[in-house]
């Protein structure tokens, strides 16, 4: 049986060079978008190949940046515009297939095995894509080929800007296995520092490397990131449009100052339960477990988890598990920069209302009451805007910019769990 084609696409500075189509006047300059510089997201997103040769890297800070480069050229973000351009570009993948399968707003896996007949080998297939892309939508990509998604998307990561990379069954130990085992797609910072500790520091270290030790590092996360490693992914791509199966909610934000004592905590807590509630809900889905993930000012991240009694889609009993979990495991007089909360452990609502025959009927009723109310503000924040309606313990503080509190009601992460832990926004 012939190996499956798989193609992994890969926009260059996809935001950098969004701006970069949108004024042209930004290819001759080194330029970077970020965050607001006046707060604490002044972070660099994306930047040019001008830019990236002064050693701008994406994820430092803007005065970072700016030491590195003093004529760097700032430019705010336009999601609105990104979100068009990934759209153009996705639209043309499906051109050549109907298995397409955005990985991000920039990325996208592509299974061409059936399309060979009609457009030629996998490599000719993203040659024409890079061509096509190019020409259409004045954005560069890379893409990586191969015969599994995984190999495919290090292939895409191997050589940059504007290139093809063909990973094959008779190459790919030459080509991925001296790479650094932290360029393994799902193996995040901390689980790299662990390999490394154990003397792995290879993609093929980690695929030789004792299966027992493995689990013992990583958990099953790592036996599927080693599985990974040797090329044993049999992962289908989706089909164009397929919803994922969502197995957690969440949503976390790094606050414009920080978080100092239990009204300041408590506030955080409530935005973030707030918004991951309403999306259990917009879902149908209750959750089983809640997590909470605390960053401190020097960067230190402790993550808890606790089972709850029933299955929830309440943002006051998510809050109220969070804020147990906080007091039990963090000291309320230090500070506090960043906050996740992530609901998992997910179920149909009547996951909700296994409750024993014996419970309290009061405990019901102020449940359902509960539940109604929250609907009834889904359904004020649909009509008239999420701003619409507030807890009024939220309305004076400042812990959040407008823009802050904007962002926080629209992005969250849904989707499959993951070894690497939610980024920072």
């Known amino acids: 049986m012939d190996d499956r084609v798989i193609l992994h696409c890969d926009c260059n500075g996809f935001y950098a060079s969004v701006e970069c189509a949108l004024n042209p006047a930004y290819r001759s300059v080194p330029m970077a978008v970020c965050g607001d510089p006046e707060s604490r997201h002044g972070v660099i997103l994306a930047k040019n190949e001008l830019a990236k040769a002064f050693g701008v890297q994406t994820a430092e800070t803007v005065w970072q940046a700016r ?17 068009e351009f990934s759209e153009a570009v996705n639209a043309i993948y499906c051109q050549y297939t109907d298995l397409v399968e955005p990985f991000s707003i920039d990325e996208s896996w592509l299974d061409v095995t059936g399309s060979r007949t009609l457009f030629g080998s996998g490599v ?59 360029s393994m797609i799902y193996v995040g910072k901390v689980a790299a520092e662990k390999l490394s500790r154990a003397g792995i520091d290879t993609i093929g270290q980690l695929a030789q490397a004792d299966e027992a030790l493995i689990e013992r590092l990583l958990g099953k996360a790592g036996m599927a ?29 790094t606050f414009r100052r920080n978080l100092e004592g239990e009204e300041d905590v408590r506030a955080g807590l409530l935005m973030l339960c707030d918004t991951v509630a309403a ?58 920069r960043m906050l996740t909360v992530t609901a998992a452990g997910l179920g149909g609502k009547d996951s909700g ?64 769990d993951s070894p690497a832990g939610p980024p920072e926004q």
């Open 67 to 83: 030491r590195k480069c003093p004529e760097l050229v700032l430019a705010p973000a336009h999601h609105k515009k990104y979100r």
């Open 124 to 182: 000719q297939i993203a040659n024409e894509l890079r061509r096509r892309v190019k020409k259409e939508t004045d954005l560069t990509i890379s893409v990586g080929v191969s015969f599994n998604k995984i190999f495919a998307k290090l292939g895409s990561d191997y050589k940059k800007p504007d290139a093809t990379t063909l990973i094959t069954r008779e190459n790919y130990r030459q080509i991925l296995w001296p790479l650094s085992v932290g």
């Open 225 to 253: 990131v080693q599985l990974y490693a040797r090329g044993e992914d049999e992962e289908p791509v989706r089909p164009a449009g397929a919803e994922r199966e969502v197995k957690s909610v969440g949503n976390g934000i």
């Open 279 to 336: 999306r259990l809900r917009r879902y149908g889905l209750c959750c089983q477990t809640v997590q909470v993930q605390i960053k401190s000012p020097q960067f230190k991240v402790i993550s808890r988890q606790r089972q709850l009694e029933r299955g929830t889609d309440l943002s006051r009993e998510l809050f109220a598990a969070s804020m147990e979990l906080v007091r039990q495991n963090w000291d309320l007089r230090a500070p506090i």
């Open 353 to 416: 209302e296994q409750l024993s025959l014996f419970a309290d009927q009061a405990v019901l009723a102020q449940r359902e009451k509960q539940r109604q109310l929250e609907t009834a503000m889904d359904r004020v924040r649909s009509k008239y805007g999420e701003r619409a309606l507030s807890f009024a313990s939220l309305l004076k503080t400042d812990i959040v910019s407008k823009s802050q509190g904007e962002k926080l009601r629209v992005e969250g992460s849904e989707g499959p």
